[in-house]
Protein backbone atom coordinates (compact mmCIF):
# COMPACT_ATOMS: atom_id res chain seq x y z
CA UNK A 1 0.00 0.00 0.00
CA UNK A 2 0.96 3.40 -0.69
CA UNK A 3 3.20 4.99 2.79
CA UNK A 4 3.22 8.38 1.43
CA UNK A 5 -0.04 9.54 1.11
CA UNK A 6 -1.49 8.90 4.70
CA UNK A 7 -2.27 12.03 7.11
CA UNK A 8 1.00 12.26 9.62
CA UNK A 9 4.61 10.91 8.88
CA UNK A 10 5.63 11.90 12.29
CA UNK A 11 5.70 13.21 15.71
CA UNK A 12 7.87 15.10 17.86
CA UNK A 13 8.23 17.76 20.31
CA UNK A 14 6.90 21.36 19.24
CA UNK A 15 10.54 23.54 20.07
CA UNK A 16 8.68 26.18 20.96
CA UNK A 17 6.88 24.67 23.69
CA UNK A 18 9.14 22.21 25.71
CA UNK A 19 7.61 20.02 28.33
CA UNK A 20 9.36 19.93 31.61
CA UNK A 21 10.03 15.67 32.02
CA UNK A 22 9.57 16.51 35.43
CA UNK A 23 6.12 17.24 35.10
CA UNK A 24 3.30 14.66 34.43
CA UNK A 25 3.03 13.04 31.68
CA UNK A 26 6.84 13.84 30.67
CA UNK A 27 7.58 11.59 33.47
CA UNK A 28 6.29 8.87 32.08
CA UNK A 29 8.74 6.89 29.67
CA UNK A 30 7.14 6.49 26.29
CA UNK A 31 6.01 10.46 26.35
CA UNK A 32 9.66 11.13 27.11
CA UNK A 33 10.97 8.81 24.29
CA UNK A 34 8.63 10.27 22.13
CA UNK A 35 9.68 14.28 23.00
CA UNK A 36 13.29 13.55 23.32
CA UNK A 37 13.79 11.56 20.05
CA UNK A 38 10.03 11.82 18.03
CA UNK A 39 8.04 9.27 16.74
CA UNK A 40 8.14 8.13 13.04
CA UNK A 41 4.15 6.97 11.91
CA UNK A 42 3.53 4.19 9.53
CA UNK A 43 -0.10 3.76 7.93
CA UNK A 44 -1.16 1.54 10.79
CA UNK A 45 0.68 2.21 14.21
CA UNK A 46 -0.96 0.27 17.21
CA UNK A 47 -0.10 1.46 20.73
CA UNK A 48 -0.06 -2.16 23.47
CA UNK A 49 0.58 -1.93 27.33
CA UNK A 50 -0.45 -2.15 30.35
CA UNK A 51 -3.21 -0.03 31.81
CA UNK A 52 -1.41 3.62 33.07
CA UNK A 53 1.65 2.28 30.58
CA UNK A 54 0.59 5.98 28.75
CA UNK A 55 -0.65 4.50 25.40
CA UNK A 56 -3.45 6.04 26.07
CA UNK A 57 -2.40 9.60 26.67
CA UNK A 58 -0.04 9.43 23.59
CA UNK A 59 -3.18 8.90 21.59
CA UNK A 60 -5.23 11.05 22.99
CA UNK A 61 -2.44 13.87 22.55
CA UNK A 62 -1.60 13.11 18.91
CA UNK A 63 -5.57 13.25 18.34
CA UNK A 64 -5.86 16.77 20.30
CA UNK A 65 -2.87 17.37 18.20
CA UNK A 66 -4.35 16.79 14.52
CA UNK A 67 -7.41 18.66 15.87
CA UNK A 68 -9.91 16.32 17.04
CA UNK A 69 -12.07 16.58 20.25
CA UNK A 70 -11.12 15.30 23.00
CA UNK A 71 -14.28 13.25 23.78
CA UNK A 72 -14.92 11.79 20.09
CA UNK A 73 -15.71 12.95 16.59
CA UNK A 74 -14.38 14.71 13.95
CA UNK A 75 -12.37 18.08 13.81
CA UNK A 76 -15.05 19.72 13.69
CA UNK A 77 -16.90 18.18 17.34
CA UNK A 78 -17.38 20.29 19.64
CA UNK A 79 -18.60 17.91 22.44
CA UNK A 80 -16.95 18.29 25.92
CA UNK A 81 -18.51 17.32 29.36
CA UNK A 82 -15.38 17.01 32.08
CA UNK A 83 -12.47 17.85 30.78
CA UNK A 84 -9.34 15.01 31.64
CA UNK A 85 -6.76 15.16 29.22
CA UNK A 86 -2.97 15.77 29.60
CA UNK A 87 -1.57 19.07 28.39
CA UNK A 88 0.80 16.93 26.29
CA UNK A 89 -1.17 17.77 22.96
CA UNK A 90 -0.11 21.61 23.79
CA UNK A 91 3.82 20.33 23.22
CA UNK A 92 3.83 18.19 20.27
CA UNK A 93 4.58 19.20 16.71
CA UNK A 94 2.85 16.36 13.56
CA UNK A 95 4.95 16.47 10.91
CA UNK A 96 2.47 15.79 7.55
CA UNK A 97 2.60 14.29 4.34
CA UNK A 98 1.87 16.95 1.93
CA UNK A 99 -1.29 16.93 -0.20
CA UNK A 100 -2.24 14.35 2.11
CA UNK A 101 -6.17 14.60 3.76
CA UNK A 102 -6.94 16.51 7.30
CA UNK A 103 -9.87 14.79 7.38
CA UNK A 104 -10.65 12.34 10.53
CA UNK A 105 -12.12 10.54 13.36
CA UNK A 106 -11.29 10.03 16.82
CA UNK A 107 -13.31 6.97 18.76
CA UNK A 108 -12.99 5.78 22.78
CA UNK A 109 -14.84 3.63 23.82
CA UNK A 110 -15.35 5.17 27.62
CA UNK A 111 -17.08 8.35 26.39
CA UNK A 112 -19.06 7.30 23.47
CA UNK A 113 -22.47 7.32 25.59
CA UNK A 114 -22.14 11.76 26.34
CA UNK A 115 -20.66 11.55 22.60
CA UNK A 116 -23.57 10.03 21.03
CA UNK A 117 -26.65 12.33 22.83
CA UNK A 118 -24.31 15.29 21.54
CA UNK A 119 -24.79 13.66 17.84
CA UNK A 120 -28.42 13.86 18.58
CA UNK A 121 -28.55 17.43 19.60
CA UNK A 122 -26.45 18.71 16.87
CA UNK A 123 -27.53 16.78 13.79
CA UNK A 124 -25.84 16.84 10.59
CA UNK A 125 -27.23 19.09 7.50
CA UNK A 126 -27.67 15.75 5.60
CA UNK A 127 -30.40 14.38 7.81
CA UNK A 128 -31.38 12.38 10.92
CA UNK A 129 -28.33 10.38 12.10
CA UNK A 130 -28.24 6.68 13.23
CA UNK A 131 -30.33 6.15 16.59
CA UNK A 132 -27.63 5.27 18.80
CA UNK A 133 -29.10 5.37 21.99
CA UNK A 134 -31.30 2.74 20.85
CA UNK A 135 -28.63 0.02 19.65
CA UNK A 136 -26.07 -1.45 22.53
CA UNK A 137 -23.06 -0.21 23.39
CA UNK A 138 -21.03 -2.76 20.65
CA UNK A 139 -23.53 -2.15 18.30
CA UNK A 140 -23.34 1.71 18.10
CA UNK A 141 -19.73 1.97 18.24
CA UNK A 142 -19.30 -0.34 15.43
CA UNK A 143 -22.14 1.56 13.69
CA UNK A 144 -20.14 5.19 14.14
CA UNK A 145 -17.31 3.14 13.03
CA UNK A 146 -18.98 1.58 9.75
CA UNK A 147 -20.77 5.04 9.56
CA UNK A 148 -18.04 7.81 9.82
CA UNK A 149 -14.65 5.98 8.59
CA UNK A 150 -15.18 6.42 4.81
CA UNK A 151 -12.58 7.17 2.38
CA UNK A 152 -9.02 9.04 3.11
CA UNK A 153 -8.71 10.48 6.72
CA UNK A 154 -6.52 9.71 9.78
CA UNK A 155 -8.75 7.51 12.01
CA UNK A 156 -8.01 7.50 15.46
CA UNK A 157 -9.30 4.85 18.26
CA UNK A 158 -8.18 4.57 22.16
CA UNK A 159 -8.95 1.38 23.18
CA UNK A 160 -11.92 0.53 21.36
CA UNK A 161 -12.20 -3.20 22.39
CA UNK A 162 -14.01 -1.85 25.47
CA UNK A 163 -17.12 -1.86 24.02
CA UNK A 164 -16.85 -5.32 21.64
CA UNK A 165 -16.98 -8.86 22.07
CA UNK A 166 -14.61 -11.32 19.93
CA UNK A 167 -17.00 -10.87 17.00
CA UNK A 168 -17.43 -6.78 17.17
CA UNK A 169 -13.43 -6.51 17.23
CA UNK A 170 -13.10 -8.82 14.03
CA UNK A 171 -15.85 -6.76 12.88
CA UNK A 172 -14.14 -3.68 13.48
CA UNK A 173 -10.74 -5.08 11.96
CA UNK A 174 -12.44 -5.64 8.67
CA UNK A 175 -13.40 -2.01 8.43
CA UNK A 176 -9.63 -0.99 9.03
CA UNK A 177 -8.31 -3.35 6.78
CA UNK A 178 -10.27 -2.46 4.18
CA UNK A 179 -9.61 1.47 4.80
CA UNK A 180 -6.22 0.68 5.20
CA UNK A 181 -6.26 -0.91 1.55
CA UNK A 182 -7.30 2.28 -0.15
CA UNK A 183 -3.96 3.02 0.66
CA UNK A 184 -4.65 6.97 1.75
CA UNK A 185 -6.11 6.54 5.16
CA UNK A 186 -4.15 5.95 8.31
CA UNK A 187 -4.85 4.30 11.75
CA UNK A 188 -3.92 4.95 15.17
CA UNK A 189 -5.01 2.73 17.92
CA UNK A 190 -4.25 1.82 21.88
CA UNK A 191 -5.81 -1.82 22.84
CA UNK A 192 -5.57 -4.18 24.96
CA UNK A 193 -7.21 -6.76 22.26
CA UNK A 194 -5.38 -9.28 20.54
CA UNK A 195 -7.46 -9.88 18.11
CA UNK A 196 -7.30 -5.39 17.21
CA UNK A 197 -3.22 -5.82 17.42
CA UNK A 198 -3.35 -8.18 14.70
CA UNK A 199 -3.95 -5.80 11.97
CA UNK A 200 -2.13 -6.42 8.69
CA UNK A 201 0.89 -4.10 8.18
CA UNK A 202 0.29 -2.32 11.22
CA UNK A 203 3.83 -1.05 13.20
CA UNK A 204 3.12 -2.43 16.79
CA UNK A 205 4.46 -0.58 19.76
CA UNK A 206 4.89 -2.12 22.78
CA UNK A 207 4.60 0.46 25.83
CA UNK A 208 6.37 0.62 29.55
CA UNK A 209 8.53 1.21 31.54
CA UNK A 210 11.23 1.34 29.25
CA UNK A 211 9.33 3.00 26.77
CA UNK A 212 8.50 2.23 23.11
CA UNK A 213 9.43 -1.01 21.58
CA UNK A 214 8.81 -2.35 18.29
CA UNK A 215 7.24 -6.09 18.29
CA UNK A 216 5.97 -8.61 16.39
CA UNK A 217 2.45 -9.67 17.42
CA UNK A 218 3.78 -13.01 18.16
CA UNK A 219 5.76 -11.65 20.59
CA UNK A 220 3.73 -8.87 22.68
CA UNK A 221 4.03 -10.00 26.31
CA UNK A 222 -0.30 -9.54 25.78
CA UNK A 223 -0.05 -12.70 23.32
CA UNK A 224 1.88 -14.71 25.69
CA UNK A 225 -0.02 -13.93 28.49
CA UNK A 226 -3.51 -14.55 26.91
CA UNK A 227 -1.95 -17.96 25.51
CA UNK A 228 -0.48 -19.23 28.69
CA UNK A 229 -4.08 -18.33 30.81
CA UNK A 230 -6.38 -20.26 27.82
CA UNK A 231 -3.76 -23.09 28.14
CA UNK A 232 -4.34 -23.32 31.65
CA UNK A 233 -6.47 -21.03 33.14
CA UNK A 234 -6.61 -22.99 36.78
CA UNK A 235 -2.92 -21.47 37.04
CA UNK A 236 -3.72 -18.18 36.88
CA UNK A 237 -7.12 -18.67 39.19
CA UNK A 238 -5.73 -20.23 42.39
CA UNK A 239 -3.50 -17.10 43.09
CA UNK A 240 -6.42 -14.19 42.68
Not at 66 to 92: F, I, K, M, N
Not at 102 to 130: C, K, Q, V, W
Request: aromatic content about 8%; charged content about 20%; hydrophobic content about 40%.
Amino acid sequence: MPSHNFPIRRVAEDPAHRLDRRRWPGVLAPVAQVLDHGLDLTSATIFVGENGSGKSTLVEAIALAYGLSPEGGSTGARHSTRSSESVLADHLQLVRNAGATRRGYFLRAETMHGFFTYLETNPSTSGPDISFHDLSHGESFLELAVDRFRGRGLWVLDEPESALSFAGCLSLLAVLKDLLAEGSSQVIMSTHSPVLAALPGAQILEVGAWGLRQRTWSDLDLISNWRSFLDSPERYLRHL
